[in-house]
Structures are given as structure tokens and as C-alpha cells.
């Protein structure tokens, strides 16, 4: 799709902003979306999961329940920071959107020019759009033989491998078929601070969080004081109870660009807005994350459903009589992650758990199913 007729459909959907909802609606949502949550979540000193809902950047439900941390008892709160795991790749897409806007990048630039240093032929044909939709064909060939180095590598760690690559460890030409890669966005880490002068974090706290207003949102780094976070969880069939699946035993929960930041549902609230707003890129970048540049074969394992497919940072639902549905996922030891939006009638719907043995998408579906029931 050229990129006029994409902001021809951006400017279309939001003359077509929803009805607002009224009170009685807004109740029967909130008593609908609790049982649901209450159903999966019903005892409150287990690991637990904070809720939110907005309607027009105003919030409609918001709830939260059982525990942070089960060595302290803290409880999940509004405020609580999880690891949002992947749903960490919007971010590093935006990041590297705005360099695009400033002329620093383009979409089309060849990794070969971003890492001079690898010189095999295929660099010169993979580009920034590749890596953003997960088209480059590149393997994950991270080294799993080193127990140590999975549960510590760092982004730059990550993808020294892919400096040994050849032509035929490719997976796919450049831009003929979808991977789900996490190295490719780890590649973010490098590609900002290469093009921008400034330090990855650095960047993101300047020109990402700071205008969103993110005030208590940062990456994970081993021995960073990481205030009101909570700890991931999984079930211990022997032990018959949920213990900590994080950091040091979980693999890969070092590295930042593809998955190692930690926000707050209402943290993530201001990013919502931030992004509808503009304030943190134009209509142009909006309109090319949201819009899908590769349609996925629907795959349970992955969580893949029908008429899906994935733009920049974001998958993309295209469900026939529903409108679009602009989310992302992010599992990271215990933590299972949720974070949606419906952009044509301003609606965003989030929930961050700190357990990762629920059924996240049959609980995603009923929510939304509720949501359209009473937004019509």
C-alpha cells in the first residue's frame, strides 16, 4: 500500500472515533471484565496481574490482583513495574522511527551501512524495514551451550554471532517470508546510539519515556536498583507451589531493545497516549507501524491467530467485522504479557501477570468481546 493511501485510511479511521460509552455501559463492563479476571486470578496471595482499561484516554476499569512478590507479600498495584518483555520492541521501533523522521535513517538503509564491520554480501540487501517486521531472514543463533552466557548475555553479547554468518545460514531471502526474531531488534541497541551520537538508554529516557511522561519506567540491568517491580512466577509441580522465574533462571532477560523494560500499566498509559497524541512520532511513522507489512500463518504454538500480520514493533489484527486491533505480546519467565489498542475508536485495554501458566489470548478475546459489545 503506498504510504498516501495508508495516511488517507489513518485520517479515514479517526474521523470514525466510536460513540462514547455511557455510565451504565462503563459498569456492566467493569463487573464483566472483573469476573473474568477474578476467575483466573481468585487467590490473591499467588502471583497476580494488574488490569487497565481506556476509553478515550480516560480510564474505564482498572484493577489489580494478587501478589508482586511473594518474599515480601508486596501486592500488584497500578504502580507496579513489570518486565513487559517483548511488548519492550515498540519501543526501540519508535526510537528508531524518530531517526528515520530526523534523516538520520531510512527504512530502506542496508544493515551493511549500519554495521560496516560485517562484510559478507546479504548485508547489503537486508534493511531497516527488514529487521522491524521480522522479514530478514536472519537465524537466531545465539549460543545455547553456555549456561552462563543465556542467562546474562547482554544486546550487544547477543548478536556477536551474527558477524560469522554466510549466505546459506540465511532463512529466507530478505523480505520473502516472517520470523519472530528477537536478535534483529536486539540490533536496536547499536543501531541508536551509531546514528543518533547518544548512549541506548540515554536516548530512550531523552526522547522516548521523558515525552511520554514515563516517569518510572527503565530496562532491567543485573544490579540496578529496580524499585516497586515485581518478580515472575512459575508453577513447581514437585514443590506444589509458584516459584521466582526471572532473572538468574530464566534465559535471555538481560538484553534491553527486544524485551528488558519494566513499566506500570499506568506508566504504559501515558505511552498509549503519547503515541495517539503524536508526541513521541508523526503520522507518517503511526501510520507505517500500524499498518501491516506481512500477513502471518496462523500458528497456536506462537499464539498466531487468523488474519494477523505484523508492521513495525506491533502486530496487527484484521479480524473481518471488527475493527483493527494494533497489540503486542511479551512472555519473559513468568511474566505474561498483554498490550492492545483499537485506534479507530480510541480504546486501549493492557494486563501485565506476573504468572506465566494462564490462558492469555482465550482471556484477551472474551475482554475484547465485551469491550465491542458495548462500544459500538
Not at 488490569?51 to 478515550?56: M, T
Not at 503519547?274 to 503511526?286: H, I, P
Not at 500480520?309 to 484484521?318: A, H, N
Not at 506476573?354 to 468481546?369: E, F, L, N, P, Q
Request: hydrophobic share 35%.
Amino acid at each position: 500500500m503506498k504510504l498516501r493511501n495508508i495516511l488517507l485510511c489513518a485520517v479515514a479511521l479517526m474521523a470514525l472515533q466510536g460513540m462514547a460509552i455511557n455510565k451504565q455501559d462503563i459498569m456492566q463492563l467493569q463487573q464483566q471484565v472483573n469476573q473474568i479476571f477474578e476467575q483466573v486470578y481468585h487467590d490473591p496471595s499467588q502471583p497476580g496481574a494488574a488490569v487497565l482499561i481506556q476509553h478515550r484516554g480516560k480510564t474505564i476499569f482498572e484493577r489489580c490482583y494478587g501478589k508482586a512478590d511473594l518474599e515480601t507479600g508486596a501486592d500488584v498495584t497500578p504502580t507496579t513495574n513489570f518486565c513487559i518483555a517483548s511488548v519492550s520492541k515498540q519501543f526501540s521501533a519508535v526510537a528508531l522511527l524518530q531517526l528515520v523522521e530526523q534523516g538520520k535513517l531510512s527504512l530502506q538503509t542496508p544493515v551493511s551501512q549500519l554495521f560496516p564491520e560485517w562484510t559478507q554480501p546479504f548485508w547489503q540487501r537486508i534493511t531497516l524495514h527488514h529487521l522491524l517486521s521480522h522479514t530478514s531472514g536472519i537465524p537466531d543463533a545465539r549460543p545455547r551451550d553456555d549456561r552462563h552466557f543465556v542467562l546474562t548475555a547482554t544486546d550487544v553479547a547477543s548478536v556477536q554471532y551474527m558477524a560469522h554468518l554466510t549466505e546459506g545460514d540465511l532463512e529466507f531471502a530478505p523480505g520473502t517470508a516472517y520470523k519472530y526474531q528477537n536478535p534483529t531488534f536486539q540490533l536496536a541497541y547499536q543501531i541508536v546510539p551509531r546514528c543518533s551520537g547518544e548512549d541506548f538508554e540515554d536516548y530512550m529516557r531523552r526522547h522516548i519515556f521523558k515525552k511520554a511522561g514515563m516517569k518510572h519506567t527503565q530496562y532491567f540491568e543485573d544490579g540496578r536498583d529496580m524499585p516497586n517491580s515485581a518478580h515472575g512466577y512459575r508453577w513447581d509441580e514437585e514443590q506444589r507451589r509458584y516459584v521466582e522465574f526471572d532473572y538468574g533462571e530464566e534465559t535471555f532477560f538481560a538484553t534491553k531493545a527486544d524485551g528488558g523494560l519494566y513499566t506500570s500499566v499506568r506508566d504504559f498509559a501515558r505511552w498509549e497516549q503519547a503515541l495517539r497524541d503524536g508526541k513521541v512520532w508523526n503520522a507518517v511513522s503511526r501510520a507505517m507501524a500500524y499498518t501491516p507489512h506481512v500477513m502471518l500463518q496462523p500458528d497456536a504454538n506462537y499464539g498466531y491467530q487468523p488474519h494477523v500480520g505484523y508492521g513495525y514493533g506491533f502486530f496487527i489484527q484484521l479480524t473481518p467485522g471488527r475493527p483493527k486491533i494494533v497489540y503486542h505480546t511479551g512472555d519473559n519467565g513468568g511474566f505474561t504479557i498483554y498490550a492492545g489498542k483499537v485506534p479507530e475508536r480510541d480504546i486501549t485495554f493492557m494486563f501485565f501477570s506476573t504468572r506465566d501458566d494462564i490462558d492469555r489470548m482465550a482471556i484477551v478475546g472474551r475482554v475484547w468481546d465485551i469491550i465491542f459489545s458495548i462500544d459500538h
